[in-house]
């Protein structure tokens, strides 16, 4: 059973910078890199889960959806088994609780019912 736990969130003013970390463990495999699909996802409220961002796995491949393309970059430190989303420019509309989520088979990777194993969230809040 994998366990994602996710850091990093706060607020922070329009223009600024976060941070965000997921660090991974309870896998089975050897090296989850290899083999887990990564995603950040962000839910407001009142609004669905959206994908912001994915890696597949060995970390080549990035998706990011359209609004966050430029301003925000996943990552992983795979000695540390951590994944990373480093946001840059954020907008008060960025605001959300934001997720990561892992999964071994993932079709397309920024759709939230393609993963099984999710983070408890971390909040991000951007004033204007």
């Known amino acids: 059973q994998v366990q994602l736990v996710e850091s990093g969130g706060g607020s922070v003013q329009a223009g600024g910078s976060l941070r965000l970390s997921c660090a991974a463990s309870?896998?089975?495999?050897?090296?989850?890199?290899?083999?887990?699909?990564m995603g950040w996802f962000r839910q407001a409220p009142g609004k669905e889960r959206e994908g912001v961002a994915a890696?597949?796995?060995?970390?080549?491949?990035?998706y990011y959806a359209d609004s966050v393309k430029g301003r925000f970059t996943i990552s992983q430190d795979n000695a540390k088994n951590t994944l990373y989303l480093q946001m840059n420019s954020l907008k008060p509309e960025d605001t959300a609780m934001y997720y990561c989520?892992?999964?071994?088979?993932?079709?397309?990777?920024?759709?939230?019912?393609?993963?099984?194993?999710w983070g408890q969230g971390t909040q991000v809040t951007v004033s204007s």
């Open positions: 890696i597949y796995p060995g970390g080549r491949t990035t």
């Open positions: 989520a892992a999964d071994t088979s993932v079709y397309t990777p920024l759709r939230a019912y393609e993963y099984d194993y």
């Open positions: 309870g896998y089975t495999y050897r090296s989850y890199y290899r083999t887990y699909y």
